[in-house]
T-cell receptor, first 110, second 118 residues
Framework: DAKTTQPPSMDCAEGRAANLPCNHS???????VYWYRQIHSQGPQYIIH???NNETNEMASLIITEDRKSSTLILPHATLRDTAVYYC???????????FGSGTQLTVLP | DTEVTQTPKHLVMGMTNKKSLKCEQH?????MYWYKQKAKKPPELMFV???????INESVPSRFSPECPNSSLLNLHLHALQPEDSALYLC???FGSGTSGVPEDTQYFGPGTRLTVL
C-alpha cells in the first residue's frame, strides 16, 4: 500500500496561503494522489487530485514533485472556514479504495 | 450535483436492537462504499459494492450486514451491536469507470450517520 505521511497539525493566518505537505514515497507510477478535508463531524469533502502534473481548481492547487514522492496542497487565501483535518490519500486497487492516514489538522487563525 | 444522502443523521440503539442505515445517490455512480470513523480517528473502509455486487469486505464482523438493492441505494443492517461500534458511519460513491483519475472517478461522501450503541 502506498502510505502517506503528513504533519499532525499546522496553523495559518487568515488571508494567507496555507501550504500542506504530504510524503508518499512508495507511490506507484499509475496511482493518483487525492486530497480531502473533513470539518468536524461532517463527511470528508473532495478537494483535488493529481497524477504528476500540477493541478488547480476553484478550491486549491496541488503541486506534485517530479519524482512523485511528495506533494503540497495550497489554499491560496485561507479563511476561518478552512479549519479542518486535511487528508492526503493515494487511491489503490481496482475499487480505488481510500486508505486514510492521520491527516493534518489545519487551524486558520484570525 | 455531487450529493450523497444518508439517513438517519443520528441513531441510538440498544445492543439487542436491529436497525438499518441508508445511503442514496442519484449521480449514476456504480461503486458505493461504507466507512466507519471512530472519534478522533480517520475513516476506515468497511465494504465496497461495485455494480450492485459486494466486491470488498474488510473483515467486518457479521453483525454488520450490507445490502445494495439497486444502483442508487446502499443499506447497512445492524444487529446485536456492541457499545464499541458507536461511531460515525460514512457512505461514499464513485462513478466506477475503472479509469483512475478521471473526474468521475472521485469518491464523494455523504454527511454520515452518528450511531450510539447503549
Amino acid at each position: 500500500d502506498a502510505k502517506t505521511t503528513q504533519p499532525p497539525s499546522m496553523d495559518c493566518a487568515e488571508g494567507r496561503a496555507a501550504n500542506l505537505p504530504c510524503n508518499h514515497s512508495t507511490i506507484s507510477g499509475n496511482e493518483y494522489v487525492y486530497w480531502y478535508r473533513q470539518i468536524h463531524s461532517q463527511g470528508p469533502q473532495y478537494i483535488i487530485h493529481g497524477l504528476k502534473n500540477n493541478e488547480t481548481n476553484e478550491m486549491a492547487s496541488l503541486i506534485i514533485t517530479e519524482d512523485r514522492k511528495s506533494s503540497t496542497l495550497i489554499l491560496p487565501h485561507a479563511t476561518l472556514r478552512d479549519t479542518a483535518v486535511y487528508y492526503c490519500i493515494v487511491a489503490r486497487g481496482s475499487a480505488r479504495q481510500l486508505t486514510f492516514g492521520s491527516g493534518t489538522q489545519l487551524t486558520v487563525l484570525p | 450535483d455531487t450529493e450523497v444522502t444518508q439517513t438517519p443523521k443520528h441513531l441510538v440503539m440498544g445492543m439487542t436492537n436491529k436497525k438499518s442505515l441508508k445511503c442514496e445517490q442519484h449521480m449514476g455512480h456504480r461503486a458505493m462504499y461504507w466507512y466507519k470513523q471512530k472519534a478522533k480517528k480517520p475513516p476506515e473502509l468497511m465494504f465496497v459494492y461495485s455494480y450492485e455486487k459486494l466486491s470488498i469486505n474488510e473483515s467486518v464482523p457479521s453483525r454488520f450486514s450490507p445490502e445494495c438493492p439497486n444502483s442508487s441505494l446502499l443499506n447497512l443492517h445492524l444487529h446485536a451491536l456492541q457499545p464499541e461500534d458507536s461511531a460515525l458511519y460514512l457512505c461514499a460513491s464513485r462513478f466506477g469507470s475503472g479509469t483512475s483519475g478521471v473526474p468521475e472517478d472521485t469518491q464523494y461522501f455523504g454527511p454520515g450517520t452518528r450511531l450510539t450503541v447503549l
